[in-house]
C-alpha cells in the first residue's frame, strides 16, 4: 500500500461501462428487473464464452431481455422463479436469431 498513498475515484464511464448503466437502471425499476438482468447476463455471458455472441453484443441482449420480459413491480417467490425462467429463455432467443450476425471478439 506504500506505492499508492492516495486514491481517487471519478465517477465511471456509463456510456463505456454499458452493463454497469443498465445495473442502475434495474435498481432504478426496481421489482424483478435485477433478476431479470441477472439471467440475462448468466446467459449472454456464457454464449460469449463459447464463442455464440460478440464482447460488445452482451449488454445490447441483456437491454433487450431487461426490456421486453415481464415486469412485475411487487414481484413474490414465484415471480421471480418465473422471470428468471423467462429472462433465460428470452435471451437464448435472441443469441440464437443472431447467431449469423457478424460480430466482434
Keep these: 500500500f506504500g506505492l499508492y498513498p492516495e486514491l481517487n475515484f471519478e465517477p465511471p464511464d ?12 434495474a435498481l432504478d425499476m426496481g421489482g424483478n428487473a435485477a433478476c431479470l438482468l441477472n439471467a440475462a447476463n448468466e446467459v449472454v455471458v456464457a454464449a460469449f464464452l463459447q464463442d455464440q455472441v460478440g464482447f460488445l453484443e452482451i449488454p445490447e441482449i441483456i437491454n433487450e431481455t431487461l426490456h421486453t420480459a415481464h415486469f412485475v413491480k411487487q414481484p413474490s417467490l414465484e415471480d421471480f422463479i418465473a422471470s428468471d425462467r423467462e429472462a433465460r429463455i428470452l435471451t437464448k432467443q435472441k443469441i440464437n436469431k443472431n447467431k449469423n450476425r457478424e460480430w466482434i471478439h
Design 14 to 25: 456509463l456510456k463505456t461501462f454499458r452493463n454497469l448503466q443498465l445495473a442502475y437502471d
